[in-house]
């Protein structure tokens, strides 16, 4: 007797939930779009977020704020390096460690990608009235808490993994909708905000 295997039935979910789906697959193709305007990969990205929010870090900082080793960092630093967007400084106040510090060219060219899209978001908020406003941010701050309760505890994040870069398009792939399984791709979305 044979049987047919069918995919799981996505779950009913209320526009507002599609929105926020849809929301993060556009910040993942929007987060590999600034990767392909710097030359690098996933893993390369999310180090330039850190240094571009932070300020110069050492290599042990940034591969704990990564999560991966520090061979595996160094092999981050040498890529970004290598396409001119960091340097390796000795740190100012211990002559025995060094300093990742980003490139102010290759900052302005990240912020000059970002910062349309920031202000365009933030430019929505002025179509609603203050009671409005405060309906949104309550939700919001509701789907925040519903994303942090899902996270482990600091103490059961798993050891540091090693970077893998993640394969770079050239082009954009297809454009993806959400909830829909004929145009669903492979369901995972990076948050790279540059709210870290």
């Known amino acids: 007797m044979q049987h047919s295997e069918q995919a799981p039935e996505r779950p009913a979910a209320r526009r ?9 697959d556009t910040s993942d193709e929007f987060e590999q779009h600034v990767g392909r305007t710097l030359s690098v990969n996933a893993t390369d990205l999310e180090a330039m977020e850190h240094l571009i929010m932070h300020g110069p870090l050492g290599p042990t900082e940034l591969s704990r704020r990564l999560n991966i080793s ?7 630093i040498d890529r970004l390096i290598g396409v001119g967007h960091v340097t390796r400084e000795q740190h ?3 002559r025995r460690s060094v300093v990742v510090v ?8 990240a912020m000059a990608t970002l ?11 002025d179509d609603f009235d203050d009671a ?12 925040v808490t519903i994303y942090r309760a899902q996270l482990p505890e600091p103490g059961d994040v798993p050891p540091p993994k090693p970077a893998v870069p993640r394969p770079r398009a ?8 959400s909830w829909k399984p004929e145009s669903q791709s492979d369901g995972t979305s990076v948050l790279s905000s540059l709210t870290k």
């Open 16 to 24: 507002p939930t599609q929105l926020l789906r849809d929301i993060l």
């Open 70 to 76: 520090t061979a595996a960092v160094t092999g981050v």
């Open 92 to 94: 100012p106040t211990d």
């Open 102 to 109: 980003p490139n102010p060219k290759s900052v302005e060219t």
């Open 115 to 125: 910062m349309p899209m920031i202000m365009g978001i933030d430019r929505v908020l």
């Open 132 to 143: 409005e406003k405060a309906v949104i941010e309550r939700y919001l701050d509701g789907v």
């Open 170 to 177: 050239d082009t954009p792939g297809p454009r993806r909708t």
